[in-house]
């Protein structure tokens, strides 16, 4: 499966983007879909994932409350609604597809190309 993430861009401070990622084929119900974002000398970090069937979910602290992962199963697309954001949200956020429930990278086998958000303060 090949993932296109999409839906970046640059907002201010308090504002919302909501983030893409679709799939080039079917995304089986046993696979466990993520964002990650990384920053600049930074280490690649785990932002929420979930189980693409039943759609349980998993979010970090640091965005728990402002941001909300889901899909649409019909589409083969993963979202991530970003709300109340704030400078230190601005990264390259990644998509990524795995079979464990994990918050490590390298659980994940397959991953989009990235999308750029910046926000400005």
């Known amino acids: 499966v090949q993932l296109q993430a999409s839906g970046g861009g640059l907002v201010q401070a308090g504002g919302s983007l909501r983030l893409s990622c679709s799939g080039s084929?079917?995304?089986?119900?046993?696979?466990?879909m993520a964002w990650f974002r990384q920053s600049p000398g930074k280490e690649r970090e785990f932002i929420a994932l979930i189980r693409w069937g039943g759609g349980r979910t998993l979010h970090s602290e640091s965005v728990k409350g402002r941001f909300t992962i889901s899909r649409n199963s019909a589409e083969n697309t993963m979202y991530l609604q970003m709300n109340s954001l704030k400078p230190e949200d601005t990264a390259v956020y990644y998509c990524a597809r795995g079979t464990d429930w994990s918050e490590q990278p390298n659980d994940y086998r397959n991953w989009g190309q990235g999308t750029q958000v910046t926000v400005s303060s």
């Open positions: 084929s079917r995304i089986y119900s046993s696979a466990v």
